[in-house]
């Protein structure tokens, strides 16, 4: 009467097993991801005040800094097209240089005389999780992260 074979017996184990261990690992991907998201946006954002500030320090001090918000945000100084992340705002940007920093950032001593210099920085910018949403009471996905101040500073071409 029981002449079930060994694989028999056993037909149903994996698809249990299956099902107590796809929630863990749909966890695990989409946390994966969403991390990888916000580090891409982390890093366009670093690529972005190092661009502003690049077109910058080609500029004359106190000049082109409306043009440097929109490079940073738009990618072009027109202020045209998408912005580059999502939520980004031109008013998020800031600029300092020899006219509105002169205490920090006019006539810095080097070892080989005195520079300009020049920050650019993006700050309060917000990454928001594609992947959000609540399974029996627990949230899932990555909050909402707030990025500190990103900046870049370079030397002023004199």
């Known amino acids: 009467m029981n002449n079930l074979t060994k694989r028999q017996k056993q037909g149903g184990a994996a698809a249990v097993?299956?099902?107590?261990?796809i929630i863990p690992m749909l966890v695990m991907v989409f946390g994966i991801t969403e991390f990888?998201?916000?580090m891409?946006?982390?890093?366009?954002?670093?690529?972005?005040?190092r661009d502003a500030t690049r077109y910058?320090?080609?500029?004359?001090a106190g000049a082109?800094?409306?043009?440097?918000?929109?490079?940073?945000?738009y990618g072009n100084s027109a202020c045209t097209g998408p912005t580059l992340l999502p939520g980004l705002t031109t008013a998020m940007v800031?600029?300092?240089?020899?006219?509105?920093?002169?205490?920090t950032h006019s006539a810095v001593a080097t070892g080989a005389g005195a520079v300009n210099l020049v920050t650019v920085t993006i700050s309060g910018y917000q990454f928001q999780s594609l992947v959000s949403f609540t399974i029996a009471g627990f949230d899932v996905g990555l909050p909402n992260?707030?990025?500190g101040g990103v900046s870049t500073t370079m030397r002023q071409i004199l």
């Open 94 to 103: 800031t600029e300092c240089d020899a006219s509105n920093c002169p205490g």
């Open 64 to 73: 082109g800094i409306a043009a440097a918000q929109c490079l940073a945000v």
């Open 56 to 60: 910058l320090t080609t500029q004359a």
């Open 145 to 147: 992260i707030t990025f």
């Open 36 to 38: 990888g998201r916000a």
């Open 40 to 49: 891409y946006q982390y890093n366009t954002l670093v690529k972005l005040t």
């Open 17 to 21: 097993e299956f099902a107590l261990l």
